[in-house]
């Protein structure tokens, strides 16, 4: 691979990477938003680490896509901190997720109307909002851990 490919895959890794902390902050901050703030242990967990998700990501992103100058060993320190939380972050929605299997008509814990079904799916923690939050940061620990591989 030339030096010439090596710099483009580069800048193509490290937008990927910006840009899958930007989608992994919009699905994090809107998850946290739908929790209930006096809601269960659990609902309290989805919120606090989907607001520090969306935080770090949201840093990332900026570091990435605007600090031109960083040394390579603070975009390893950053970015290896994104992948952690977006780790433990999705394990978390998806623990939210799991707990959401119940029937239509249930009392899902999500203050929706459980009996129209898909309200259910909008609640804290549950449902297929919480599934698509945890994929987003999945998605976001893999664009990370790809453009790891690229720095030295």
Do not use: P, Y
Not at 14 to 43: H, I, K, N, P, V
């Amino acid at each position: 691979m030339t030096e010439l490919q090596e710099l483009v895959r580069f800048l193509e890794d490290r937008f990927a990477c910006a840009q899958a902390c930007t989608e992994c902050a919009r699905a994090c901050a809107l998850r946290a938003s739908l929790a209930d703030l006096d809601g269960t242990e659990e609902q309290r967990l989805v919120r606090r680490k989907g607001i520090l998700c969306a935080e770090v990501c949201d840093t990332t992103c900026r570091l990435l896509a605007e600090q031109v100058t960083l040394s390579e060993d603070v975009m390893r320190v950053q970015v290896e901190w994104c992948r952690t939380v977006c780790l433990e972050t999705a394990e978390v929605f998806e623990e939210a997720a799991g707990d959401s299997g119940r029937s239509a008509g249930s009392d899902c814990g999500s203050g929706f109307d459980c009996d129209s079904g898909s309200d259910c799916d909008s609640g804290s923690g549950s449902g297929s909002g919480s599934e698509e939050s945890a994929r987003a940061c999945r998605d976001c620990a893999d664009a990370c851990s790809t453009f790891l591989s690229l720095l030295r």
